[in-house]
């Protein structure tokens, strides 16, 4: 008889509480990168702050625990991107991936003509979604009717482009390219924004390529890729993590006594002197020093918004702890293993 096969052994998941900074690869969409991640650090709850499509690489954070009450300020942020936009060909899904619908000549791409796109194309737009997208229409998603060849109305929506820096750039599968650096505002589809520069210039335009280079102040030079996950003990992994507050990190702070912190952690608003009126602010405990989550403030009073459960503050101390004690582990070890000059045991 053969031997059954052992069952495959089931990954214990644990209370994780955190941010990880992901650079997203290049071929896998944010909901198959955050798996992954997940399963890394065995966490048993996690989310993520917005879709990147699989053709986009760059910053995805990723929330664990309690941060993922948080994370709705990360899909609300302002982002940055960097794009090449293949010039002359038009494509099903405004990039590389889909299949080419349209050829057209391209006109000569001269500084002046990219300091005209850069004016027309900076500001408040109008933007219509682009089909091939995860908007839903009658409970289903757009990109679900453009499988099947169909297209529907969408209406426009208004966007904001902060910053838009455009120049030649050269790439094997066009002719003529250009590449973008956009900051904008939420809700902006770079695939639309390409198009739509390429139909100014006469000539069609589809995306190349696309990185995220920079998300609510997280930047990719934060970021660390699934590989290097891989290659890292637990240990290492959970060192890459941010507290959960570093969401809310670029706004005030109020820190409350024992007394005010256990009933701000049980919904009651607390009066006192927390300073000007805010619509939000982090809230801190002083005894523990712990983060307990955030409130807005109006005349005086200390609002609860999104507040932590005491069993999340207490595992947050237990892991902040547990991280203490291996960095001290770590270079109690080193320095162990340091050679000791040998001309100190001359006489």
Known sequence: MTPKSSPRQKIQRRPVHGVLLLDKPLGLSS??????????????????TGTLDPLATGVL??????????????????KTYEALLLLGQKTSTADAEGEVIETRPVPEITPELLASLTQRFTGPLAQ??????????????????????????????????????????????AKVAIKIIVSCSKGTYIRTLGEDIGEALGCGAHLGSLRR????????????????????TE????????????????????????????RFLSGLRRRGQWGDD????????????????SAHITADELI????????????????????????????????????????????
């Open 61 to 78: 954070p990723l929330c664990f625990g309690a941060a993922t009450k948080f994370s709705q300020l990360q899909l609300d942020a302002d």
């Open 31 to 48: 909901n198959q990168a955050l798996q992954k991640a997940k399963w890394l650090l065995r966490a048993d709850k996690a989310g993520h």
């Open 128 to 173: 219509v979604p682009p089909m091939y997208s995860a908007l839903k229409k009658d409970g289903k998603a757009l990109y679900e009717y453009a499988r099947k060849g169909i297209e529907v109305e969408r209406e426009a929506r208004h966007i904001t482009i902060f910053k838009l820096n455009m120049v030649l750039a050269h790439d094997p599968r």
């Open 278 to 293: 805010a619509p939000l602010v982090q809230v801190y405990g002083r005894e523990p020093a712990a983060f307990l989550g």
């Open 304 to 347: 609860p918004q999104r507040l932590l459960s005491p069993v999340e503050v207490q595992d947050i101390l237990l892991q902040s702890a547990r991280r203490a004690a291996e960095v001290l582990t770590s270079v109690s070890m080193a320095a162990a293993s340091e050679p000791t000059d040998a001309g100190s045991f001359q006489h």
């Open 235 to 262: 240990a290492e992994r959970e060192a890459c993590l941010l507290p959960p507050q570093s969401l809310v990190a670029a706004y005030p702070s109020v820190t409350l006594d024992a007394d005010n912190a256990g």
């Open 213 to 232: 280079i920079e998300t609510g102040g997280f930047t990719a030079a934060q970021c660390v890729t699934l590989a290097a996950l891989e290659a890292m």
